[in-house]
């Protein structure tokens, strides 16, 4: 079956959608949802977020060169899907609005989200251009996982029930489709 420009990215979906955190020139930290990301390399650690250039994150990765990712269960999908759906131009506020918890990072100056059960805190290594979005390198500098789901050197995704987005309102999470209801 042959598809359309705009479904063939929908072929591919491996990687937890998360929440990252930014700060503005101001201090002010910006969340938004991210389903486009990747790991690109072990030695160092790198990570991949495919960003709008349009969106408010971008402005922010730009001027502070920081990023924290945040990776959250299925519990947190509303407020996955508020961050994602709500513009900080339009909304400043609107992580007041949500049950995350901000708390400082170790080597950041973006915050992590205490609810997160993997934070990834980042340094922009590189950008580059890839037709309608950007893709920004960062490299890991500092990493924790909930040990709660960290046995034998793996990550225990299907115990954590972390969100995979596939499009739309719908994510996988075990296994098993998980439709928003909001």
Known sequence: MELDSKDVIRL????????VTTVNEEGVCNAASFSWLSPVSFDPPMVALMVSPERYTYSNLV???EFTLNVLTKHFLDDVMYVGKESFKNNPNKLEETDLTLEKSSEVD??????????????????HEAGDHLIVVGEVVAAEVDGEFWKDGRFLAEEAEILHHIGGRKFLVGGNLVEWEG
Do not use: F
């Open 12 to 19: 591919i979906q491996a990687h937890p959608t998360s929440v």
């Open 63 to 65: 001027s502070s060169q």
């Open 110 to 127: 973006p915050p992590r989200i205490q609810e997160a059960v993997v934070w990834l805190e980042c340094v922009v290594d590189a950008v």
